[in-house]
């Protein structure tokens, strides 16, 4: 956890829209192969997508879900500018009034998904030291899980904000449809169990909005700089929480 909070906030005052699920994958990862070993981590099975199971089911969902964010970002934006084609610009009220509904849509299903992730790793601190058996999560820390992320959803980090936003120039209809697919993505994942990264489905379908109407609009590099963040936090935090360990528990033996 310490390993990937400190990455958090390093991201965050470098203004890159890294993931925070990742960062908590990373650390788990390689905080129980330095304390226990390989044998330790539940890998499962990556057969087919539906029926994959522990470590690669979470890998699936937060490697598949930005695909998923750029296809649908395409596809829809496609769908509604052929129907929208003859449309005047008064639509334009409509599609903002839209985002009144979608915005909250989208963080509900940040906010079930994150929590989730939250309550979990509080459980898994709980059950390992013999003070819960898992079978039901406790009042308490589903309110610390849910006020927790609340108060970070309040804390606005301008710099990430103007990163995702200077993806593409966008007008209402990007607008309506780079929130409807990225609020139906997180949705389902939500319900399904998927853990994924909003930020990620947020930016991916950012592009692929901006790729559907004009592929040269959209700003490549700051698209390629978010992917690079994104591809490097879980290898980068599980080293981190390796050496963190050996530090702090092998070579200092603190509470030990």
């Not at 059950?127 to 606005?156: D, F, H, K, N, Y």
């Not at 930020?199 to 700003?219: F, T």
């Amino acid at each position: 956890l310490s390993a990937a909070i400190i990455w958090n906030i390093f991201t965050r005052r470098m203004g890159v829209p890294t993931s925070s699920t990742h960062a908590l994958v990373g650390g788990i990862l390689g905080g129980v192969i330095a304390g226990g070993g390989m044998q330790y981590i539940s890998w499962g099975s990556p057969d087919l997508i539906y029926k994959a199971t522990g470590v690669w089911k979470v890998l699936l969902s937060l490697f598949l879900s930005p695909f998923a964010g750029f296809l649908v970002g395409l596809l829809l934006f496609k769908f509604f500018a052929f129907i929208l084609k003859s449309v005047s610009t008064k639509a334009n009220k409509y599609l903002n009034g839209m985002e009144w509904i979608l915005v909250p849509m989208l963080a509900f299903g940040h906010g079930a998904n994150e929590t989730q992730k939250a309550m979990g790793v509080i459980m898994l601190a709980l059950c390992a030291a013999g003070l819960s058996q898992g079978e039901e999560i406790p009042l308490w820390v589903r309110t610390i899980s849910a006020l927790a992320v609340a108060s970070g959803i309040l804390s606005v980090a301008p710099l990430i904000v103007r990163r995702v936003g200077g993806i593409y120039k966008q007008r209402p209809l990007h607008g309506f449809i780079s929130q409807l697919s990225s609020a139906s993505i997180v949705l389902f994942a939500s319900f399904t169990g998927g853990p994924l990264s909003t930020s990620q489905v947020v930016a991916s379908s950012i592009v692929g909005v901006g790729s559907a109407e004009r592929i040269k609009g959209v700003h490549w590099q700051v698209a390629r700089e978010i992917v690079r963040a994104w591809f490097l936090t879980i290898p980068a935090v599980a080293l981190f929480a390796w050496l963190l360990y050996m530090l702090l528990f092998r070579h200092l033996n603190l509470f030990l």
